[in-house]
């Protein structure tokens, strides 16, 4: 019979790829300095030589890359602050470190960064988190008048600002224990917190010795690197003062009548010789 003819079938091809971008999946960038999210090229088998068409990098949720090198079209980058760290225009297609250099990292730099990879062994993508941090300056203290509360006339207000993420303030008295008071959180114009905690005195207490201390958004104490250097403490600062004023005119009174006194014995010694 007549030899039937084979029918080809058409085999969805699965390109397999022989090149993988290694990263950290994890960096942890601090606010104005450069961040690094490192990435390298890797072969899966022996190729050894690999050869790099095309490299981007994408903010995850924008529809363009933000950095691009090609090997016909050369680099592009549209941020200024935003570069390949191992290259510059010079870009050589034989160079496996495409990491992304964030110069001077902000808040609004928090985000997940997809890089893509197209070699002549094979294309891969990969994701990348950068997360930021800021450190709380140290925390201030001050008496402030307290309107909000009929019970009381004055409150302690701590304050620490520029860090990142949301920390958290407490208070301790001098045995170390926790004071219940609530942290508020305001966001300043380049995205940093300030945070600021009031503790109200009640009716008739007056304040003895609180610390404020700022913790982190993972509850690590923020300045701990500070040793020995003392939070701020409020030691009653008005009770204190007043007594230090009133001591001293006490004093002063008692020296000047003491004088005066001396001066009259003198007068009425002479008055009774004359
Ligand atoms: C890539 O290059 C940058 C800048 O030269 C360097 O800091 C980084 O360690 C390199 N990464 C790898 C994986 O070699
Ligand atoms: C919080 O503070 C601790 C201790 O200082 C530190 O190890 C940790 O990295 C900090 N976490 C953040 C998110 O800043």
Redesign the pocket.
């Known amino acids: 019979g007549a030899p039937i003819a084979a029918i080809p079938t058409l085999n969805c091809v699965v390109l397999k790829s022989f090149v993988k971008i290694a990263c950290n999946d994890r960096t942890v960038g601090q606010i104005g300095q450069p961040s690094l999210l490192n990435c390298v090229v890797k072969p899966t088998q022996d190729t050894t030589d690999i050869d790099i068409v095309n490299v981007k990098w994408k903010r995850s949720g924008d529809a363009e890359s933000f950095l691009n090198c090609h090997q016909d079209e050369g680099c592009t980058g549209t941020w200024p602050g935003y570069r390949f760290a191992d290259f510059s225009s010079e870009w050589d297609s034989k160079n496996t470190n495409i990491s992304l250099l964030i110069t001077n990292t902000q808040v609004k730099d928090e985000a997940k960064y997809t890089c893509y990879v197209y070699t002549d062994s094979g294309d891969d993508e990969v994701d990348v988190d950068l997360q930021v ?1 800021a ?1 709380y300056s140290l925390p201030n203290v001050s008496l402030v008048p307290e309107k909000k509360n009929p019970n009381s006339k004055e409150a302690l207000l701590c304050k620490a600002s520029g860090g990142y ?1 949301k920390g958290t303030i407490r208070w301790f008295d001098e045995n170390n224990e926790t004071i219940s008071a609530e942290t508020e959180v305001k966001t300043m114009d380049n995205g940093l917190f300030e945070l600021s905690s009031k503790l109200v005195s009640l009716n008739g207490s007056t304040f003895s010795n609180y610390t404020c201390i700022v913790f ?7 300045n ?1 690197g500070f040793e020995g250097t003392p939070s701020p403490v409020v030691k009653t600062p008005n009770v204190v003062a007043g007594v230090l004023v009133i001591g001293s005119l006490i004093v002063g009174l008692l020296l000047l009548l003491l004088i005066r006194r001396r001066r009259a014995q003198r007068k009425s010694l002479l008055e009774f010789w004359l």
């Open positions: 941090t450190k993420p982190n958004s993972s509850g690590g104490k923020e701990e």
